[in-house]
T-cell receptor, first 114, second 113 residues
């Protein structure tokens, strides 16, 4: 299957700082990328959907000024958590799809905000 | 509003047994139903998926049963193995497989040796 990578795999930061997470589709062009967050022992909650070259569409309750998403190319999307706080600590997972094809998930990024 | 309800939350099965996980959905517009397997600290991986035009799909030890009238679908893992111990998520989407997924709550499966 197609491969999606995320970087970093884990990050620890101080409260008030910003953190950028990268999501890359390694062997296909991702026309759509999705960002999820997952708290321990819980399901995946969709945060936003991004199409290459367009502004991301955020789910209700997700602060778009806090979670900045950029999908600048067909192989890269970034999620920036601005002014992170301890409650933003979570497992962030991206997925990517090409046109109508299956969504492929990245390995996730564990964010810990101290 | 939880559009996809999954049960049980946790499941313990003996090695060689059958693991059964159930999901029910509310939105009749859903027409793509995948199952994902997730190991701790990893992203979900697609196991098997079904569309409403068939009532059953089998891939190896994994089978999806689909009941359109009841708006329910289930995952059966035959001959369960300790390596199958993971969290399983059902999901649903409208239209093609690349569209937004709505996930169930997840089932933590433990297969005892």
């Amino acid at each position: 299957g197609a491969v999606v990578s995320q970087h970093p795999s884990w990050v620890i930061c101080k409260s008030g700082t910003s953190v950028k997470i990268e999501c890359r589709s390694l062997d296909f062009q991702a026309t759509t990328m999705f960002w999820y967050r997952q708290f321990p022992k819980q399901s995946l909650m969709l945060m936003a959907t991004s199409n290459e070259g367009s502004k991301a569409t955020y789910e209700q309750g997700v602060e778009k000024d806090k979670f900045l998403i950029n999908h600048a190319s067909l192989t890269l999307s970034t999620l920036t958590v601005t002014s992170a706080h301890p409650e933003d600590s979570s497992f962030y997972i991206c997925s990517a799809s090409q046109y109508t094809d299956t969504q492929y998930f990245g390995p996730g990024t564990r964010l810990t905000v101290l | 509003q939880q559009q996809v309800k999954q049960s049980p939350q946790s499941l313990i099965v003996q090695k060689g047994g059958i693991s059964i996980i159930n999901c029910a959905y509310e939105n009749t517009a859903f027409d793509y139903f995948p199952w994902y397997q997730q190991f701790p600290g990893k992203g979900p991986a697609l196991l098997i998926a079904i569309r409403p035009d068939v009532s059953e799909k089998k891939e190896g030890r994994f089978t999806i049963s689909f009941n359109k009238s009841a708006k329910q679908f289930s995952l059966h893992i035959m001959d369960s193995q300790p390596g199958d111990s993971a969290t399983y998520f059902c999901a649903a989407s409208i239209g093609n497989a690349g569209n937004m997924l709505t996930f169930g709550g997840g089932t933590r499966l433990m297969v005892k040796p």
